[in-house]
């Protein structure tokens, strides 16, 4: 059973589950195999819990950190629904840290250059 954020119960529906990735993914590069992946993967963290109950806001954040590893795009489209943004800049917020997260992913795989810091005037050149 998946509790609602109202408290309402309902049976838990894979095919919910995948629809909604599914619509995150639309026109991109991530194969129906991959999104019944993610679905199983889910499902096996559900069972871990233990329960007989499990959260909708697990579901969500579950399916949110699988498409951010995937997808980006995906990802931004599932959190806009799924955290329901008030505003332009609760979503820019949530772009940004994906921004800065990436450029950080990057640079540990010294991908980029990590920025040096500039020489002041006047410093002697080594």
């Known amino acids: 059973m998946v509790v609602k954020k109202d408290n309402r119960r309902e049976p838990y529906d ?4 995948i629809a909604g990735i599914k619509r995150a993914c639309e026109k991109r590069p991530v194969s129906m195999e ?3 992946q993610i679905a199983d993967r889910i499902e096996a963290a559900a069972a871990e819990l233990g329960g007989k109950e499990v959260p ?6 579950a399916v949110m950190n699988e498409l951010h590893g995937i997808d980006q ?3 931004v489209r599932f959190a806009s ?3 329901s ?4 800049d609760e979503f820019m917020h949530e772009l940004e840290d994906l ?3 990436r450029k950080d992913n990057l640079r540990e795989e010294n991908l980029i250059d990590t920025p040096r810091p500039r020489e ?7």
């Open 14 to 17: 894979r095919l919910k589950v």
């Open 34 to 36: 991959t999104i019944e």
């Open 56 to 61: 909708s806001s697990f579901v969500g954040s």
């Open 73 to 75: 795009v995906a990802y």
């Open 81 to 83: 629904v799924y955290r």
């Open 85 to 88: 943004f008030k505003d332009i």
């Open 99 to 101: 921004i800065r997260l």
């Open 120 to 126: 002041k005037k006047g410093d002697p050149i080594s």
